[in-house]
């Protein structure tokens, strides 16, 4: 009895584990390789891809109008406040960023929603809305006169613009 | 007026010629071409230059007077009299009324007709106004009016400057930002009109039109009890589903379809999109083709309006035009 | 027996034996009536003080009035921490505890654990158990006003409560096993589930929120053994959604049009129109209607729903067998400022008419709109409509008709400011429910006095997103203090005494026989003050501001003890730069004599 017991559970574990081994690729969505946070790495610091994006319109005067507009009308102003202070939702002026603080993440923030109440505008706003939409966050954030984040950014793009890269920190 | 005006006209006209040309007392020199003497007066002249009368008497002060005061004050007077009397009445037959003009927030009275329009970049919003809540509806770029009726227009708008212009109706009334202002329109016979936004307003003001239609009183209820309706249920699970990838779609963060969740205050009503002559403000006839390249990317046909280009697959495009078609 | 004289001895000290047993180890207790002054409602049904804390408000008329004795205004200097516990969660505590017998029973805020608590051991409470019934994290960022739990309700052996996520779940209260869990609606769509419920003949009355979300407001009542819902009333909609029938009969003509709560909106707004039942229900067992308001109506922006909008910001008594509503009214017709109605409705006996005349059977209302009702409740009628704080947006309310005399000038208006306009949207009076002395005969309302600047905005309903519309600026009111304690007097209908506040009143408040009235303020001050005078007796600093309900209760060592919840959050965000607005915390702080 018991060796039969035993072979059964040897069994099932054996085809549990070829089972798993057989469909990773199918479970996981598409390009979620550009978001994975490494590991450590004792080559150097790692970044993800998605570190490395950059905002498009960042700075760009139509666009910031344009996500202006957009900030009211999506319902924005009304969760996080129209000076982005935060309400019911958190404060987007802050410097402190719960899911990260790229110019990526924030897009992913309102393309793909978060699991405390963000909806998802990603299938329904183009990218170039999303990306405007981020790119008048950022600028009130800029404008809110909050230190943290806002300062530390200002210089080093003050720093940047001094050396031969231009920018890149 | 107009015969009023051309009698009098003539009258003057005449009295005019008869003062160049009048035939004169024999003798008497034209006054420029009498000799005058060193102080400037007449000689033995007691008429004063008036002339003298057939018996030979000089006219006196008081005839004078007399001919200036009739011919030249009472009859006038009496006649601009008259004309002002008419002229306030066909005034205030072409005016609006004084509650209309005062409180342009106040619903409309029992029997008119007012019609609020507000000028977006770059469509117009209509929206029918009534006591009751429930008799109220919305549609948009598109303005039915009862033949025969004074229709009430009250305007506004949200962003810039508009002009509401529908040439064979009426002239122009603009639409400024933060405030009302008040027109109406009526028509004699019934048709269909094609206005115009005629204030400069942005990249796509030349693709700003509204049509008016005019038909008659009975079909104009037949229309507004239409208009009220929600959207009709689906008729089947295809229709459902159509409605379900609409309802799911960017297509709802703007517009709204009365009878459905979707009830987006930033674009046109939507709820009988199917039965508008036309699409995006007269830009394009209403018509499948043109409905599908509209939806596929509003950008390529009128770059600068407000309707971005919602990402969506074919199949995504199928439905929701589908589903829009049924929307009469 | 042949001589029973030797047995005497033996029978005394028998009899002064069990005599004894009555007496506790610890303390000897005065057990007299004045330690037990009885509650009367209007001087008619006596209730007897058992030393308990059973429902949020301690009785189903929404008193908040306890006739314990032991603390009194001679001793309440004295009071001193006995014990207090960590609730492990931040963010607003907004529930008051409750006692049955010798356990204490308390929810927190999101993630909405529930503490039991047995007060056994007088210093050092054990705890019983702790539930945790993991809601979902979605409700996070669909929740207006902090991701707060307004209250819990205990009957027949069950600790029943919401949670934010729009279930109401019931646990056990011995063993704080789960027992059932009800959907009560979609969180996806922005409905939440904050209030608290209110159980009534084996039915547990509860009541969803998302007033700001285009919610559609209702009232329901679950079985209490199974979960299971028994009716469902809306508060817009058709008659047969909004449960009313031949049986209605409300006061005002205006009110009583057939399918008002659709035909005073356009189109299909009613179905997104609010009017959600987040505040407190309140009992009548002889009349048999309960009590309940109903939120502003959806959006803020008035021009986007034409009508009066009922039944928002309105008043039902309802029958709780069936739901059907058996009078309405409408304290706030087409709301364009966020005048709620859900404040408690207190049910009191007064001699409104007059000294040596029967008591009129009413309730009391502290209105947002900053005007205190007095109505019959069993007809509907408005006896009387008090301003009880600075007010501009109306003159009065017509006592023919009921409808405020709005002033025009005080209206909002898509993309146009409206300045001054007296309350603030946060009301002249917010949820912290009122308390009633039988004592002093005199209410005590937390109140603010805020003013604010309204513009409306164009708003879009985006499912799971707010229906709001709305931005406001805040100023404070004349004299320059956001919030004032008050004693009202409901039948004279004047003030007898204030306490300004720096903050707006915020805390429920609570009364007892040793005429004391007991309330936190934002700064986290809990303070003790005379019922009669106002004079302040007793004050202690909390680690967090207080806006949860105090409560008293007769722990089992026999001695009075008073708790309360701090942890500042709720709808008092947006005075988070007034210097002096406190950190977060959440900690139970009980108190007793030494």
Redesign the interface.
């Known amino acids: 009895m018991m060796r039969l017991l035993t072979g059964i559970s040897v069994a099932t574990l054996l085809v549990a584990s070829a089972c798993s081994e057989e469909t990773p690729s199918a479970l996981l969505p598409a390009n979620v390789s550009a978001s994975r946070v490494p590991t450590g790495d004792p080559a150097g610091p790692r970044r993800r891809e998605t570190d490395l994006v950059v905002n498009p319109f960042a700075r760009d005067p139509m666009a910031l109008r344009e996500g202006e507009r957009l900030y009211r009308e999506m319902n924005c102003a009304d969760c996080h406040r129209y000076s982005g202070t935060g309400g019911m939702g958190p404060s987007l002026v802050d410097g402190e960023w719960i899911y990260g603080d790229t110019p990526f993440d924030r897009f992913s923030s309102v393309d793909g929603g978060r699991t405390r109440g963000m909806p998802a505008y990603g299938h329904m706003l183009p990218p170039e809305s999303i990306w405007k939409l981020v790119a008048y966050i950022d600028e009130l954030k800029g404008k809110s006169g909050e230190p943290g984040r806002a300062a530390g950014e200002a210089t080093r793009a003050a720093i940047g613009a001094q050396s031969p890269q231009g920018g890149r920190p | 007026m107009l015969g009023v005006s051309i009698v009098v006209t003539i009258l003057v006209l005449i009295g005019l010629a008869w003062a160049i040309w009048h035939p004169r007392a024999p003798g008497l020199a034209p006054e420029a071409d009498r000799p005058a003497d060193a102080r400037g007066e007449r000689l033995n002249d007691e008429s004063g230059g008036r002339g003298h009368e057939e018996s030979g008497r000089p006219r006196s002060e008081r005839t004078g007077v007399r001919v200036m005061v009739w011919a030249g004050a009472v009859v006038p007077a009496v006649i601009l009299g008259v004309l002002l009397i008419v002229t306030m009445r066909v005034l205030a037959d072409v005016s609006l009324p004084a509650h209309a003009l005062a409180d342009h ?1 106040a ?1 409309p009275l029992p029997g008119e007709l007012t019609v609020r329009v507000t000028g977006r970049q770059y469509w117009w919003e209509v929206k029918y106004l009534d006591a ?3 008799r ?2 919305e549609t948009a770029n598109e303005l039915h009016i009862p033949v025969g009726q004074r229709v009430i227009v009250r305007l506004a708008a ?1 962003d810039v400057i508009h002009s509401f212009w529908v040439p064979g109706l009426a002239g122009k009334m603009d639409l400024v ?2 405030r009302t202002n008040v027109t109406f329109i009526e028509a004699s016979r019934p048709g269909v009109w094609r206005g115009q936004c005629a204030e400069y307003c942005g990249m796509q003001h030349a693709k700003m039109a509204i049509t008016v239609v005019a038909e008659s009183p009975e079909q104009w209820e037949v229309w507004a009890a239409r208009q009220r309706t ?1 959207a009709p249920t689906p008729a089947d699970s295809a229709a459902s589903a159509d409605r379900r990838v609409f309802l ?3 297509c ?3 517009h ?1 379809v ?2 459905t ?6 674009g046109p009503d939507l709820t009988h999109l199917a039965s508008r002559l036309t699409l995006a403000a007269g830009t394009l006839p209403n018509a499948p083709g043109h409905l599908y390249g509209w939806v596929a990317n509003p950008q390529t046909i009128k770059p600068g309006s407000k309707m ?4 969506m697959d074919p199949a995504e495009l199928h439905a929701i035009v589908r589903y829009l078609s049924t929307l009469r | 027996m042949s001589n029973p004289a030797p047995l005497f001895p033996v029978l005394g000290v028998l009899v002064l034996a069990l005599a004894s047993c009555d007496v506790p180890a610890a303390r000897q207790v005065d057990r007299t009536s004045s330690a037990q002054a009885p509650v009367t409602r209007g001087d008619t049904i006596p209730l007897p003080e058992d030393g308990q804390w059973t429902v949020q408000s301690k009785n189903v008329e929404g008193w908040r009035y306890s006739g314990l004795t032991e603390i009194d205004t001679t001793n309440v200097r004295n009071l001193r921490e006995a014990w207090t516990f960590s609730t492990g969660t931040l963010r607003g505590h907004e529930g008051t505890p409750l006692v049955v017998g010798s356990t204490m029973y308390l929810v927190t805020p999101f993630p909405n654990i529930a503490y039991a608590l047995d007060l056994a051991a007088p210093m050092q409470p054990a705890l019983k158990w702790k539930f945790q019934p993991n809601p979902s994290p979605r409700a996070i960022g669909k929740a207006c006003c902090d991701i707060v739990n307004r209250g819990w309700a205990y009957a027949d052996g069950k600790l029943v409560y919401n949670l934010l996520d729009a279930h109401t779940v019931a646990v056990d209260a011995e063993t704080g096993r789960e027992l059932w869990r009800t959907k009560m609606d979609e969180v996806e769509n922005g409905v939440t589930m904050t209030m608290p419920p209110l159980v009534v003949k084996g039915k547990v009355l509860v009541g969803n929120s998302g007033g700001e979300m285009g919610a559609h407001g209702w009232l329901a009542a679950l079985d209490l053994n199974t979960g299971r819902q028994l009716w469902r009333a809306h508060a817009t909609g058709p008659d047969s959604l909004v449960r009313i029938d031949s049986t209605y009969r409300p006061f005002y003509e205006w009110m009583r049009r057939t399918n008002s709560g659709l035909t005073s909106w356009p189109a299909d707004e009613w179905s997104r129109g609010g009017g959600a039942s987040w505040g407190w229900i309140t009992y009548d067992a002889a009349l048999d209607l309960i009590y309940y308001g109903t939120s502003n109506p959806s959006p803020w922006n008035q021009e986007q729903r034409q009508g009066d909008n009922l039944f928002t910001a309105a008043v039902f008594a309802r029958d709780p067998d069936t739901g059907m509503a058996r009078w309405a009214y409408q304290f706030t017709p087409h709301d364009e400022w966020d005048y709620d109605g859900v404040n408690e409705n207190t049910i009191l006996d007064l001699p409104i008419d007059g000294p040596g005349r029967p008591t009129r059977s009413v309730i009391v209302h502290f209105n947002r709109n900053a005007f205190v009702y007095v109505i019959d409740r069993r007809t509907g009628q408005v006896l009387s409509a008090t301003p009880f704080q600075h007010m501009n947006w109306a003159d009065s309310i017509n006592m023919t008709t009921g409808r405020p005399h709005v002033r025009a000038e005080k209206r909002t208006w898509e993309n146009r400011w409206t300045r001054d306009i007296c309350p603030h949207a946060l009301g002249a009076k917010n949820h912290p429910h009122t308390a009633w002395s039988p004592r002093t005969r005199l209410m005590y309302a937390p109140t603010l006095n805020l003013c604010m600047d309204y513009i409306a905005r164009p708003v879009s309903y985006i499912a799971g997103t707010p229906y709001w519309g709305a931005e406001t600026k805040t100023n404070v009111g004349p004299g320059g203090n956001r919030g004032e304690l008050i004693a009202w007097d409901p039948v004279a209908r004047r003030k007898v005494w204030g306490i300004p506040e720096k903050f707006p009143s915020f805390s429920p408040v609570l009364t007892t026989a040793g005429d004391l009235v007991l309330y936190g303020t934002i700064e986290g001050d809990f303070k003790a003050v005379h019922a009669r005078t106002g004079q302040l007796l007793w004050t202690k600093r909390l680690g967090s501001g207080i806006i949860g309900g105090p409560m008293t209760y007769r722990g089992p060592d026999g001695k009075q003890y008073v708790a309360v919840l701090s942890g500042i959050g709720g709808a008092t965000g947006g005075f988070r730069d007034v210097p002096g607005y406190p950190q977060q915390g959440g900690t139970l702080h009980v108190f007793t004599l030494p």
């Not at chain 2, 969740?261 to 930033?266: F, I, V």
């Not at chain 2, 971005?308 to 990402?311: H, N, Q, T």
């Open positions: 927030d619903p009751e809540p429930q109220t509806f949200d930002p933060g929600p799911t779609s960017g709802v963060l703007c709204a009365r009878g969740p979707a009830r987006g205050e930033l971005p280009a919602v990402p």
